[in-house]
């Protein structure tokens, strides 16, 4: 049924024709809209809307971007790129990879391919005069960026500067250890000074020798002082920052390879009973020592050493870290002591000496403190007044 209804507001009038009832029952009135009236499009309007302005494409900032560009030239870095220098190690094979491979650097922004564990610098089939060459290589440099060695009034002072009182620059060291990244902050740091402060922290401390060693053998610095978990890396005499090499940098960081577990089944040499009499005898043995969050582990080898002449069983409390941390800490225990893992449950690492214990002599490890004065080996510096507890650091990274 069709009808028409007209409708005056104001001054105007116009006509709507409906097919439905809704005027009659509830005094509808359509909107402007639908009113059949015959709307003029401008022409000129029309085109305009038709050409639109195309959104521009996305573009990573300057420092990312790489499109049209070479590779990264990293001949004047010759070591093979790592997430991690401290916790990975090249003479540790994994089993299987978490991810496909691809380079965390980003495509084609190096000229090196990522194995899934590193980036090496040579071909992985090359030998071992390959890996000689590149140590020989990366000891020349060192020297020559070094050149001639501090004097002991020099050291001191560089010490005395790079103190808590006087600057709060620091790079901190965590549970990752000595990340490629890391390279990158430790330069940027020696374009203001001559030496920078890091402080190690967690599950890297218990292999002090290690950092110290992998820092200046990837930063081709030199450490002069340190102090429990802190250290001062010098840059070198010959350092320019303009001339410091192109570190590129990891993007993001790469999946952990598959290794090997840590605790099997059964102990070797042992039959399942006796496993698990041993865990559960283990669990139940006085606690040698209680780890802290991110604290500083450098004396825990050389007491579980001493621990292992008197008891069969050690056992480590370490409520409040990660799994995953105390996971790596028992791996580089079982290396360093030696010892056996027994098992990580209720937060415990409970490790046995073994069957035919012998106690190991001497080991690689640093005392919590060394002094590098030349007063002992230079005649001309015995006489000079070197006062130490002016230069070190605060002892709260060490509690």
């Not at 990366?138 to 790079?162: P, Y």
């Not at 620059?169 to 965590?174: A, S, T």
């Not at 020696?190 to 930063?219: F, S, Y």
């Not at 990891?250 to 009973?273: A, D, F, N, R, V």
Request: charge should be positive; include cysteine; aromatic fraction near 8%.
């Amino acid at each position: 049924m069709m009808f028409v209804v007209l409708r005056r507001t104001g001054r105007r009038s116009f006509t709507t024709t409906t097919t439905s009832n809704l005027y009659t029952k509830y005094s509808f009135t359509p909107p402007p809209s639908l009113h059949q009236k015959q709307h003029i499009i401008n022409p000129q309007t029309q085109n305009n809307n038709k050409k639109k302005k195309s959104k521009p494409l996305y573009r990573p900032p300057s420092s990312l971007d790489r499109s049209g560009k070479e590779p990264i030239n990293s001949s004047n870095l010759p070591f093979d790129f790592r997430f991690s220098y401290t916790e990975s190690s090249p003479a540790v094979r994994p089993i299987g990879l978490r991810e496909p491979k691809y380079s965390p650097f980003g495509p084609e922004r190096i000229d090196r391919a990522w194995t899934g564990v590193c980036a090496p610098a040579v071909h992985p089939i090359a030998g071992k005069e390959e890996s000689g060459r590149l140590e020989g290589k990366r000891k020349m440099m060192r020297d020559r960026i070094q050149g001639q060695e501090l004097t002991n009034a020099e050291r001191i002072a560089l010490v005395e500067t790079c103190g808590k009182h006087k600057t709060k620059r620091q790079i901190n060291l965590g549970r990752d250890g000595l990340t490629h990244n890391m390279l990158n902050d430790i330069h940027n740091n020696w374009k203001h000074a001559e030496a920078v402060r890091i402080k190690c922290m967690g599950v890297p401390t218990v292999d002090m020798k290690n950092v110290c060693a992998q820092l200046e053998d990837k930063a081709f610095g030199k450490i002069i002082h340190r102090h429990g978990g802190s250290l001062i890396l010098y840059r070198g005499r010959n350092y320019h920052p303009k001339k410091r090499p192109v570190i590129p940098l990891m993007l993001w960081k790469p999946q952990e390879p598959i290794y090997p577990k840590l605790i099997k089944t059964t102990i070797e040499g042992l039959s399942i009973e006796e496993t698990k009499e041993m865990r559960k005898k283990g669990l139940a043995v006085p606690a040698l020592t209680k780890l802290a969050k991110n604290g500083y582990y450098g004396g825990l080898v050389p007491m579980i050493r001493d621990a292992f002449l008197v008891e069969e069983l050690v056992r480590i409390d370490c409520k409040g870290l990660e799994r995953k941390d105390y996971k790596k800490l028992g791996a580089k225990l079982r290396d360093l002591v030696p010892c056996i893992l027994v098992t990580f449950e209720k937060e415990q690492i409970v490790i046995w000496r073994g069957k035919d214990y012998k106690p190991k002599d001497g080991g690689c490890f640093l005392m919590d403190r060394e002094f590098f004065d030349k007063s002992e080996t230079d005649p001309e510096l015995e006489n000079q007044d070197v006062n130490h507890g002016e230069i070190e650091f605060d002892s709260d990274d060490e509690n």
